[in-house]
Structures are given as structure tokens and as C-alpha cells.
């Protein structure tokens, strides 16, 4: 996907195109924004419903979204950002793995009904490893943040 074919929101048939992430694992629904300025920046949407398998298990009778999900919505958005961005064009069809969560911290569970919104923004990128300062958001209120690192690597 190049520049020219991007419009914001991007839609999750265009997500798929740009993420190797496909059902029950693909922790994003929308992308809203994208800017380039100050910072290399992304606002995403996961619509966390019910019908999420994890919630079978954890926990059936007080369902919350688990927080390593947190973190992989977090580490997708990025996924986002990458392909979105500079290094996305040069490496097309590259996968970026999560190498590295710093700083992880949960405020507030996230549940069945919530809109999880995502905002990642890249604080750096050397020799295809990239820095991500990452927050997650319900209804304006902080439940998770973290610090991520990401790098190029081969399917």
C-alpha cells in the first residue's frame, strides 16, 4: 500500500493488508488518525466485545480484557505506524516483532462494551529498531501505557 492509496480511517480490510494479523489475533478495528508532525503518530480503535474468545476464559463470571492483549493492540498500532510511515515504504511487507515492553502499567480493566482507544507514537527509529511511547484510553480515562520497542525482522 503506498501513500497515495491511504485515506484516513483505514478500514480493517485495509488493516489486513498492512498487518500479517488475521482473526481471533487482530487486536485493531480502525485506524482514525495518522500525522507526521511533531511526531510520527497513530490513533487506533479496538471495539472490545462479549464474543472475544478470550473472555471464555478469563474470567467467565467478571470478564476483562487480559492485559498482554493490551500491550498486542499497543504493539499492532505500532504495526500501524511502521507501515504508515517511512520505513513502511522502504521494507514493503516487512514484519516488525515486539522485542522489548518497558513501563507497562494498567489503570483500569478494560471490559465487554468498551472502545479501547489506541495512541502510539514513535519516539525513534535506528537500524530498524523503533521506540514507541504507547497509551490506551476508555471513554477519556487512561487504562494502560507502555513503552515498546519493535524491529525489522524476516517471515
Known amino acids: 500500500m503506498t501513500d ?3 485515506a484516513i480511517p483505514i478500514d480493517t480490510e485495509q488493516i489486513m493488508q498492512l498487518l500479517p494479523h488475521r482473526y481471533p489475533f487482530l487486536m ?4 482514525v488518525s495518522y500525522e ?5 503518530r497513530v490513533k ?9 474468545p478470550f473472555f471464555q476464559g478469563h474470567f467467565p463470571s467478571h470478564p476483562v480484557m487480559p492485559g498482554v492483549l493490551i500491550i498486542e493492540a ?5 504495526g500501524i505506524l511502521v507501515h504508515l510511515g517511512k520505513s513502511g515504504q522502504e521494507n514493503p511487507g516487512a514484519i516488525f516483532y515486539l522485542v522489548k515492553v518497558d513501563n507497562a502499567r494498567f489503570s483500569k480493566p478494560v471490559v465487554p462494551g468498551d472502545q ?3 495512541e502510539v507514537t514513535q519516539k525513534r527509529i535506528i537500524r530498524g529498531m523503533a521506540q514507541y511511547q504507547c497509551l490506551a484510553t476508555v471513554d477519556g480515562n487512561k487504562v494502560a501505557s507502555a513503552n515498546l520497542i519493535c524491529a525489522a525482522g524476516k517471515a
Open 44 to 52: 487506533a480503535y479496538k471495539n472490545v466485545s462479549i464474543n472475544e
Open 116 to 118: 479501547l482507544v489506541l
Open 74 to 78: 499497543m504493539a499492532q498500532s505500532a
Open 4 to 6: 497515495a492509496q491511504i
Open 36 to 40: 507526521t508532525e511533531p511526531e510520527p
Open 28 to 31: 485493531i478495528d480502525r485506524v
